[in-house]
């Protein structure tokens, strides 16, 4: 009997990346970020924010207590700085937020910064023109030209609109928006190593800064840890991903623009779409907007 093949191409590969750095992130914003955030939080005298809970925040009632705080502590102006500035706990925040795992740090005169990553850079430079293929294209484009080592700029280099969407929705609360599965019965199995070298490469940057944020590995790549990286990428669910990357603010109502990851002939696409109110993973699962609210697969 022929041993099974399974393939780690890049989609494979960064799909198991997003989901080792989520279910470590996830223990960090948990305990010593939640605590971080309570305790600017109470510093400022600011109230969680009444928001929408994006990503995978609305899974347990600590992550959305953290994300609530973060979102409000984002909104505060930087001119309030000097209130929290002697505190460890908002040196670490501003530490994370800061971290080139999210992109380039850009403050916006608010209190912490935001990640400007390839895809938000792209957003900026093809505004008001937003189209899925054009910003995939950009995306891809800026991060092979740049030094990038975020997760969405990993994933920009495939020039994937599916993986570039999954892994721009883990970092959800951290990026700039633009104003284990089970093994089959068989025993044996080879795992092929099919990530290009950019990717692999820049993906080593991600890696060492994560370590260095967090004190936490993650594999390395290579055909060593294929295996992993496979298994990995089976645990994570991308199906009904959505995030919202921009807004129309001229428009009356506002508008909010998204990409989200649906199934369409039994592949994995895309789903572009404008809509007056800002959709989250959550509720796109649970029933995805309709055909008039927005058309688009990439």
């Not at 025993?187 to 370590?211: G, T």
């Not at 129309?248 to 109110?277: G, L, M």
Request: proline share 6%.
């Amino acid at each position: 009997m022929p041993i099974p093949r399974h393939v780690v191409d890049n989609r494979v590969f960064i799909l198991g990346l997003d989901w080792l750095y989520r279910d470590r992130m996830k223990g960090h914003e948990r305990e010593e970020l939640l605590a971080c955030a309570r305790k600017v939080s109470t510093r400022l005298k600011t109230a969680p924010a009444d928001v929408p809970i994006e990503g995978y925040y609305a899974e347990d009632g600590l992550l959305t207590e953290y994300f609530r705080l973060m979102r409000t502590l984002q909104a505060v102006d930087e001119d309030r700085i000097s209130e929290v500035e002697h505190l460890q706990e908002y040196r670490r925040l501003d530490e994370v937020t800061s971290a080139p795992i999210f992109g380039l740090a850009v403050r916006n005169g608010k209190l912490l910064s935001a990640g400007r990553d390839p895809l938000s850079m792209a957003l900026v430079q093809a505004q008001p023109d937003w189209a899925l293929d054009r910003l995939v294209t950009m995306a891809g484009d800026l991060a092979r030209n740049s030094d990038d080592i975020s997760l969405v700029g990993v994933a920009a280099l495939t020039k994937d609109a599916v993986t570039i969407t999954a892994v721009r929705e883990s970092v959800v609360l951290w990026a700039e928006m633009v104003v284990g599965c089970a093994r089959p019965k068989q025993e044996k199995f080879e795992f092929e190593w099919r990530v290009d070298e950019s990717v692999s490469e820049r993906a080593i940057h991600f890696i060492e800064a994560f370590r260095h944020l967090f004190g936490e590995e993650l594999p390395k790549p290579g055909p060593e840890n294929a295996e992993r990286y496979w298994h990995a990428h089976r645990n994570t669910r991308i199906l009904g991903r959505c995030v919202c990357l921009g807004m129309n603010d001229f428009a009356k109502p506002v508008q909010y623009y998204h990409w989200a990851i649906r199934s369409r002939n039994s592949e994995v696409a895309v789903h572009e779409f404008w809509s007056p109110e800002r959709w989250t993973t959550d509720r796109y699962r649970r029933k995805p907007p309709t055909p008039p609210e927005g058309v688009g697969d990439g």
